[in-house]
């Protein structure tokens, strides 16, 4: 199978450095950069997490650009609650020993497109900054690249951050409006589909029980979302959102989708960042995952993750 020409970008954050680590195992990628956004983490420690995501599963060289450390119009604080104040969960790692590469993420990530019309595959696993970026200075980047799959938006089920809206797309709306508004092929990979695959029961046993790197390090993140679940719910269970969007983009056949324009809330209320399937509007259609092979997912997710 020809490998996928992926660029990943991401605001690293626990379940983005278990998606790239997932990403590093998989033979069917053909690495092209890794850009960061203000998310989870400011962009420059969230470009030092996904360096130390590359280091832990001996992944290839790839270039890691810094990009745009603050949403487009209204300020959003990063996620230290969630992720922690280092983005791993408060996990201490040995600092990687390779440097982001210079230049700006969305500059280099419209540069790549356009040196490969028609081929590259994104993946967007934190909030839309970086993107819209890239689009403002391209507009031809929509038709540069092949498919776009964005983790992000809770279309028929609540939110996460606010009962209206996922973390990613509440954090910087006006971006996620200037992105979903544009003529890509776009998949949308929300919380209706990542919440059909939570790590539990057998699964975060092996894990908890693998010795690999990878598998330590994904444990040690993942205790407190499970813990904190388990208080929240009663479930110990973990979300893997980005890894979910990350073997989407790779293998689309694991979800089943309707399509439709997303309509994103930019207003200043509850509704701030709500993502609506809109059918009836002018926008235009994104594939939005509905139902995810769960049992598949998982299966190749622990493979990867738990091989030495
Ligand atoms: C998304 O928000 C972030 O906290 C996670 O990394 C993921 O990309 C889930 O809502
Ligand atoms: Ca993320």
């Known amino acids: 199978m020809k490998p996928v020409p992926l660029w990943v970008d991401c605001d690293p954050g626990i379940d983005d450095v278990l998606a790239l680590m997932y990403l590093c195992g998989r033979r069917d990628v ?25 280091e832990t599963a001996r992944g290839p060289s790839v270039p890691v650009l810094i990009g745009v450390d603050r949403p487009l119009v209204h300020w959003s604080p990063v996620a230290e609650d969630e992720h922690g104040r280092n983005g791993l969960g408060d996990v201490v790692v040995v600092a990687p020993r390779q ?45 540069n690249v092949r498919e776009l799959y964005i983790m992000g938006g809770a279309v028929h089920v609540p939110g996460n951050t606010t009962p209206a809206a996922e973390f990613n797309i509440w954090h910087d709306p006006e ?67 980005d890894p979910v969007a990350a073997a989407i983009a790779l293998a689309p056949t694991l979800a089943e ?45 622990m493979t990867q993750i738990t091989s030495p």
């Open 175 to 241: 971006a996620a409006h200037v992105v979903l508004s544009a003529p890509w092929a776009a998949t949308l990979v929300s919380l209706d589909v990542t919440e059909q695959a939570l790590l539990e029961g057998e699964y975060w046993n092996a894990l908890e029980a693998a010795q690999g790197a990878k598998a330590r390090l994904a444990a040690l993140m993942l205790a407190r979302w499970v813990e904190a679940r388990r208080i929240r719910t009663g479930r110990a269970a973990a979300g893997l959102h």
């Open 99 to 143: 440097r982001p590469t210079a230049g700006l993420g969305p500059v280099q990530l419209a540069r790549a497109a356009a040196a490969r019309p028609g081929e590259l595959v994104v993946l967007a696993l934190g909030p839309l900054t970086n993107l819209a970026v890239a689009l403002l200075i391209d507009p031809d980047l929509p038709r």
């Open 257 to 301: 989708y309707e399509t439709t324009p997303v309509r994103v809330d930019v207003s200043q209320g509850p509704d701030r960042g709500r993502t609506s399937a809109a059918p009836d509007s002018l926008g235009f259609p994104v594939r939005c995952a509905t139902r995810l092979d769960r049992e598949r997912f998982l299966a190749d997710f």
């Open 30 to 54: 053909e690495w092209i950069g890794i850009s960061t956004v203000h998310g989870n983490v400011d962009a420059t420690r969230g470009a030092t997490n996904a360096l130390v995501a590359l």
